[in-house]
């Protein structure tokens, strides 16, 4: 009876054992995801140097794995506060693509003691962005700010590339979105566009009349010029034919259309005496 008490409770004793072992193997398995490496931290000894790659990993359950991406994830902001060099209040939304470098997420563990990267993403990060942006926004007037967007976001994404780099992390993509100036402000910049594409009609119709004036001129020049080249062909003409009118042709030609009347006398010339024909 006492034999079979002992066998009962080794049987339950094995059991538990079996169970507990599972349970603790279930626990430190982890899993790193694809574009992710682990850092673990070792509630004994701190830090480890090792990183895990991605996949599966069997990690003892008084240890703790934090995943930073090291391949590129995509982070935007909405509404940051900037300001402009005349004192403009604007809002911007951005956009950019970063990924934490491989051979620094352990230092990146340990500046932010080991925060998520969600955490660092909407603290750390986006405070960077906005001082990069800043530092560009308030060399430009809010005017200039929409003038030479392209200028200022390429500014803006440079100054933040070399900035979150010194920490670790490698930023690429930066996009600016469209500067939201209070209304106040929104409105005179309004006034200044509206005058300014005012202006550039005003311009265009300007030009407009100045191409038809020419054409005009241009007209005018032809037909003068054609005018004259006329009247230079007529007086060219008319000379030929006085050149070419001799008195003997006159007087042939006067013959040829006399009709026999008695009345017209015409003075035939040429010969060694004048013959007159017709006539009284």
């Known amino acids: 009876m006492l034999k079979t008490g002992k066998a009962k409770l080794g049987a339950v004793l094995v059991g538990l054992a079996i169970i507990l072992g599972g349970v603790l193997a279930i626990m430190s398995i982890t899993q790193?995801?694809?574009?992710h490496i682990g850092v673990v931290y070792n509630r004994s000894g701190g830090v480890e140097k090792q990183t895990l790659g991605q996949g599966w990993h069997f990690v003892s359950p008084w240890k703790k794995v934090t995943q930073y991406p090291v391949a590129m994830?995509?982070?935007?902001?909405?509404?940051?506060?900037?300001?402009?060099?005349?004192?403009?209040?604007?809002?911007i939304d951005a956009t950019y693509n970063y990924a934490n470098?491989?051979?620094?997420?352990?230092?990146?563990?340990?500046?932010?003691?080991?925060?998520?990267p969600e955490v660092i993403e909407n603290t750390f990060l986006q405070s960077r962005m906005k001082d990069a942006a800043l530092s560009v926004t308030s060399k430009y007037t809010i005017l200039e700010i929409f003038q030479k967007r392209e200028q200022?976001?390429?500014?803006?994404?440079?100054?933040?590339?070399?900035?979150?780099?010194?920490?670790?992390?490698?930023?690429?993509?930066?996009?600016?979105?469209?500067?939201?100036p209070d209304e106040k402000t929104q409105k005179a910049i309004q006034n200044v566009v509206d005058a300014q594409q005012k202006l550039e009609a005003m311009n265009v119709e300007k030009q407009q009349a100045e191409v038809q004036a020419e054409k005009a001129k241009v007209e005018a020049q032809g037909k003068a010029d054609a005018a004259i080249i006329k009247a230079k062909a007529e007086a060219e003409a008319n000379k030929v034919v006085s050149e070419s009118l001799t008195p003997e042709v006159i007087e042939m030609k006067r013959i040829e259309k006399w009709d026999g009347d008695k009345n017209v006398q015409t003075k035939v010339v040429g010969s060694d005496s004048d013959v007159i024909v017709g006539g009284k």
Do not use: H, M, R, W
């Not at 994830?73 to 809002?91: F, Q």
């Not at 051979?103 to 925060?115: L, P, Q, T, W, Y």
């Not at 100054?159 to 469209?178: H, M, P, Q, R």
């Open 32 to 35: 790193v995801d694809q574009g």
């Open 73 to 91: 994830e995509t982070v935007s902001y909405e509404d940051v506060p900037l300001a402009t060099k005349d004192g403009k209040p604007l809002d």
């Open 101 to 116: 470098n491989p051979e620094k997420v352990v230092d990146i563990f340990n500046k932010f003691k080991g925060a998520k």
């Open 152 to 180: 200022i976001k390429t500014e803006i994404e440079q100054e933040f590339i070399k900035d979150a780099n010194k920490y670790g992390f490698v930023v690429s993509d930066f996009v600016l979105g469209t500067p939201k």
